[in-house]
């Protein structure tokens, strides 16, 4: 174990694997990569950033976090839209995020919910918003971020870099 432990300004890798309560498996890094975030930038969900704070390299922890800290709760329902909305040259799939803009040009996210002949119901929910997820999770390595890095609020990988 490193003398690292995870603070404000820290690149973290971490494997997981995403459950719900009914042992679902949403998501996990195993396998492939660890994940990559920067401690204290919003770039993962915040009850799983202060529960990884403090630790160390090779910890193991069982993580639950709350809608409220995840993805938050559910706020209205999905509404439909006709299929002629969209861009005839893309596919649309479920769970596909995309951004809708009010009449103050203020951009906002939605999902889509369900596709139905030629309607489209967009969510303005996350599709995780009112689970409750649990993680399983593995410290692989901590750096220091750059200063670059601190100023763009997320890890630069070599060769994965674009804005």
Not at 49 to 77: F, I, M, N, W
Not at 96 to 116: H, V, Y
Not at 151 to 162: L, R
Request: glycine share 12%; charged share 20%.
């Amino acid at each position: 174990m490193s003398d690292i432990t995870i603070t404000a300004g820290k690149v973290v890798f971490f494997h997981y694997t995403l459950t719900t309560d009914d042992g679902e498996t949403i998501d996990s890094s195993r396998g492939g990569n660890p994940l990559p975030y920067l401690h204290g930038a919003g770039n993962i969900v915040p009850g799983l950033e202060k529960q990884l704070d403090g630790l160390a390299v090779g910890t193991k922890l069982q993580a639950v976090v709350s809608p409220e800290e995840g993805y938050g709760v559910r706020h209205g329902e999905p509404m439909p839209v006709p299929r002629e909305q969209f861009p005839g040259d893309i596919e649309l799939e479920v769970g596909m995020q995309f951004f809708g803009e009010d009449p103050d040009g203020n951009k906002f996210p939605l999902w889509i919910a369900d596709i139905q002949d030629n309607m489209v119901a967009v969510d303005p929910n996350h599709p995780l918003a009112g689970v409750t997820l649990n993680f399983d999770v593995e410290i692989m390595s901590i750096r220091d971020a750059s200063e670059e890095e601190v100023a763009h609020g997320h890890p630069h990988m070599p060769g994965m870099h674009a804005h």
